[in-house]
């Protein structure tokens, strides 16, 4: 991986693990420098932690992969954890090793629903049976989400009109492109089509969205908190506080 594309990588993950109110720890950096270039598998570096957590998947015992384990907040997983902040830890490892991967051999796909979905099982099918499944429950945090039975028209409304906009690669303009790219996010985080891991995956969709646009994403220099009061206020079809945060962090590529 060019010494250019590696840094915008390193600052992507930095961003998802602080994003979780986590920090970024010189022996993780070092995990994903080695899979960001090549000298470390996705699926040896998930093994290598599945070992030393002393998880074996299989153990899971589950009847519906779209539920919760009766009196707790655990969605089914494969390792059968039921204690939320163990699940929590877990889940942020193998799909961040899983993000590393994906950054440095990203799916051959067109920006479709299809992707989103791929994106979301290839993150977290090492710990989910839902992985890249729509849901089939009510969900709200800060807002009540797509119900479940609208999912599928909904997102094929949106799928749509992003590919009649040409996946944003015609935009050399980059307010015009912030001001798109504000839209879309918002529209697919009122979507919420999945369990749980929507920000994660959707994040990605857009980061590798704008770079095959031609446009990089300074993770690096936006802040977690910013950022997700911008998206809240997008839900309610108020995209400028994230188009104010887009436009401090967008920049077309370099050349180089």
């Keep these: 991986m060019k010494s250019a594309r590696l840094s915008i990588s390193q600052e992507y993950l930095r961003f998802t693990i602080e994003a979780d109110g986590e920090s970024l720890t010189e022996e993780l950096e070092k995990t994903f420098t080695d899979i960001l270039e090549g000298d470390l598998s996705g699926d040896g570096a998930v093994a290598s932690y599945l070992r030393a957590e002393h998880l074996d998947s299989g153990n899971g015992g589950y009847d519906d992969e779209m539920s919760r384990y009766p009196g ?10 039921k204690d939320k902040p163990r699940l929590r830890k877990v889940d942020k490892m193998i799909s961040s090793l899983r993000t590393a991967e994906l950054l440095r051999s990203p799916l051959d796909m067109p920006f479709t629903f299809d992707y989103l979905k791929a994106v979301h099982s290839h993150l977290f099918g090492d710990i989910y049976p839902s992985a890249g499944m729509i849901r089939r429950s009510l ?12 999912i599928e028209s909904q997102a094929g409304i949106l799928f749509s009109k992003l590919r009649d906009d040409g996946y944003l690669r015609k935009i050399d303009d980059v307010d015009d492109f912030v001001n798109e790219l504000a839209y879309y996010m918002g529209e697919m985080e009122a979507l919420h089509p ?4 929507n920000g994660r995956a959707t994040r990605f969709f857009f980061n590798s969205l704008a770079f095959e646009a031609g446009y990089e994403i300074g993770w690096g220099s936006a802040d977690p908190d910013h950022f997700l009061e911008a998206s809240v206020a997008a839900l309610d079809g108020d995209y400028q506080a ?6 401090e962090i967008v920049i077309p590529l370099s050349e180089d």
């Design 72 to 81: 707790t907040r655990c969605i089914v997983n494969y390792f059968g954890i």
């Design 139 to 150: 969900s709200s945090k800060h807002t009540e989400f797509c119900q479940p039975e609208y």
């Design 194 to 197: 999945f369990l749980d891991g």
């Design 242 to 247: 994230l188009i104010d945060v887009l436009e």
